[in-house]
């Protein structure tokens, strides 16, 4: 369905935006990028955040092309009480952040950008979902935290692990968006290239 005619360039190294891209029959070389988070003012308002860190990772790689190429990079937060919580320190820090989520909606915010090199054209866009969890039990939490898988994720949980999926009541919005790339969002933006 897309006739891309650049080899796409994923600048993250995250397993679930790979299988994504997979799932929309999208080939692609990986090529993380070295942007890290922590430089990123949480000042800015969550959708400012997660495209400003989006749009700095896809112009990082973007600037180490020497062929033409679209790169692609997405940052997913999660928002609770006007605050931006991110990848968890540890898994205390997980554990806390899981207690907070317990029975109350959150808001998942992926900031999207799309870089063509050479041209340094970027666009971006964000998608937000909200997300309601369930009262989670404190052995659910520690058991979940124990398992490792919430501790390279915003909010300290993924909607498509096994415990992640019973702790999501309901959601508001694009599913994909909680896992790290909303689908919908990013074909459009590819349909839509100057190219």
């Known amino acids: 369905m ?7 360039i994923l600048a993250s190294q995250s397993p679930r935006r790979k299988s994504l891209l997979r799932q929309i029959g999208l080939d692609f070389i990986l090529q993380p990028s070295d942007i890290i988070e922590e430089n990123m003012s949480l000042d800015l308002s969550p ?10 990772k896809a112009e990082d790689v973007a600037g180490k092309q020497k ?5 692609i990079a997405a940052d997913t937060i999660v928002v609770i009480d006007g605050c931006i919580i991110n990848k968890p320190r540890d898994a205390n820090h997980a554990c806390e952040m899981l207690r907070k989520l317990s029975s109350r909606t959150h808001t998942v915010y992926t900031g ?5 090199s050479p041209e340094n054209t970027v666009v971006c866009a964000a998608r937000a979902t909200n997300v309601t969890f369930r009262s989670l039990e404190e052995d659910e939490i520690k058991d979940y935290v124990a398992t490792g898988s919430p501790l390279d994720k915003a909010g300290a949980y993924g909607i498509q692990d096994d415990f992640g999926a019973v702790f999501v009541e309901r959601i508001e919005g694009c599913y994909y968006n ?9 074909y459009r933006m590819l349909r839509e290239l100057p190219i």
């Open 67 to 71: 062929e033409p190429s679209i790169i």
């Open 47 to 56: 959708i400012d955040y997660s495209i400003g860190l989006a749009r700095q």
């Open 2 to 8: 897309l006739n891309l005619s650049r080899p796409i």
């Open 112 to 116: 999207l950008a799309i870089a063509l």
């Open 178 to 186: 909680i896992v790290g790339l909303p689908l919908e969002l990013l």
